[in-house]
T-cell receptor
């Protein structure tokens, strides 16, 4: 199956700074990637859909100016958390659509962001 | 996509079969049942999926009732490494995203 690499696996940053998280599809050209966020002891919540070469589609309640998504190539999508606050501390996970129809999702290993 | 209901948590003895139920009473004809699991601090891992026939792979078996309103994921010989949160997701072929519910926290005990 497809291999998805997410980097970094964890990061600590100061309030007010920005953090970039990368999601790479190592062996598959991904037109679509998804970004999820997971707070402790909660389920994954979809944040946005990242489409190669076009603007991302954000879920209701997710600020597009705060969570910048860039999907400039078929193998890389980035999520930048701008002006991070402690409440942005969470586990961020990307997934790659690797097939059509009823199958074909591969998830990254996740990035734990802690804002201090 | 249809909503799913799963027990919050379950325990299973190591080496025994783990049977994880899922209710999806509002499932429609073109919706598939997917199972993923998430081990602590990792991304979700695909386990199995099916439409109406029972399915089996190297990880698990999926039993779907004839009316398709519920299903059971079976791990035939649970190990400690199977301790994880298991998510049952219903998704139509036309949809793209996966919507995660609360899942079942399976604890495999020695």
């Amino acid at each position: 199956g497809a291999v998805v690499s997410q980097h970094p696996s964890w990061v600590i940053c100061k309030s007010g700074t920005s953090v970039k998280i990368e999601c790479r599809s190592l062996d598959f050209q991904a037109t679509t990637m998804f970004w999820y966020r997971q707070f402790p002891k909660q389920s994954l919540m979809l944040m946005a859909t990242s489409n190669e070469g076009s603007k991302a589609t954000y879920e209701q309640g997710v600020e597009k100016d705060k969570f910048l998504i860039n999907h400039a190539s078929l193998t890389l999508s980035t999520l930048t958390v701008t002006s991070a606050h402690p409440e942005d501390s969470s586990f961020y996970i990307c997934s790659v659509v690797t097939g059509t129809g009823n199958y074909g999702y591969t998830f990254g290993s996740g990035t734990r962001l802690t804002v201090v | 996509d249809a909503k799913t209901t799963q027990p919050t948590s379950m325990d299973c003895a190591e080496g025994r079969a783990a049977n994880l139920p899922c209710n999806h009473s509002t499932i429609s004809g073109n919706e598939y049942v997917y199972w993923y699991r998430q081990i602590h601090s990792q991304g979700p891992q695909y386990i199995i999926h099916g439409l109406k026939n029972n399915e089996t792979n190297e990880m698990a078996s999926l039993i779907i009732t004839e009316d398709r309103k519920s299903s059971t994921l079976i791990l035939p010989h649970a190990t400690l490494r199977d301790t994880a949160v298991y998510y049952c997701i219903v998704r139509s072929n036309a949809g793209n995203m996966l919507t995660f519910g609360g899942g079942t926290r399976l604890m495999v005990k020695p």
